[in-house]
């Protein structure tokens, strides 16, 4: 989906929105605050793409639980909207499945 420049203001607010409700992701301790720091300065500089990045940084962390399913889900749909194409999708999957296939073994 091209980004259209006439509606990027309506573009912008959805990212925001989708973006802001992503934001509980982050716990309260030393490494969810680091990150929720640079969430919250990208965000109000409207630098969704950055954003995004901080978000997927932390939950490719090795201390930081899988995404949901919901959660990745979300992440998609932002990394669409966002037309952004990195690896970070394949490496939350790959983090979902290591972690249910750890779980099925204990």
Not at 61 to 90: K, Y
Request: aromatic share 10%; charged share 25%; hydrophobic share 40%.
């Amino acid at each position: 989906m091209p980004f259209n420049w006439q509606n990027r203001e309506a573009h912008w607010a959805v990212l925001r929105t989708r973006l802001e409700a992503l934001r509980n992701i982050f716990p309260p301790d030393p490494n969810g605050e680091m990150y929720s720091a640079l969430f919250n300065k990208f965000l109000e500089n409207r630098e969704f793409g950055l954003v995004l990045d901080a978000l997927c940084d932390f939950l490719l962390e090795l201390d930081a639980p899988p995404a949901s399913e919901t959660e990745f889900d979300e992440i998609a749909t932002l990394h669409a909207l966002m037309e952004v194409q990195n690896d970070c999708l394949l490496r939350l999957r790959d983090k979902r499945q290591s972690s249910t296939k750890s779980n099925q073994i204990l």
